[in-house]
């Protein structure tokens, strides 16, 4: 599945828990021990965690809509 944005790229589901961007961010369901979440990886390798649940998904992609707007 692929799909649009507003903004330059796309994203590709390539799996249940992982979403990839063509500039290569990251929105990827991760398990650590206390800290399992939703983690918006950009492709700088920074990392933001988001609740476990759809809307923790959810939040991810607007956290990543948000910071590609906030650049010059």
Not at 18 to 47: D, K
Request: aromatic share 10%; proline share 4%.
């Amino acid at each position: 599945m692929v799909e649009e944005t507003e903004t330059a790229g796309t994203w590709e589901r390539v799996a249940e828990h992982l979403h990839v961007h063509s500039s290569g961010a990251r929105i990827e369901r991760r398990g650590f021990p206390n800290h399992q979440g939703w983690y918006l990886v950009a492709p700088s390798r920074e990392t933001l965690r988001f609740d476990a649940t759809s809307e923790g998904c959810d939040r991810a992609f607007l956290a990543f809509e948000g910071r590609r707007k906030a650049r010059p």
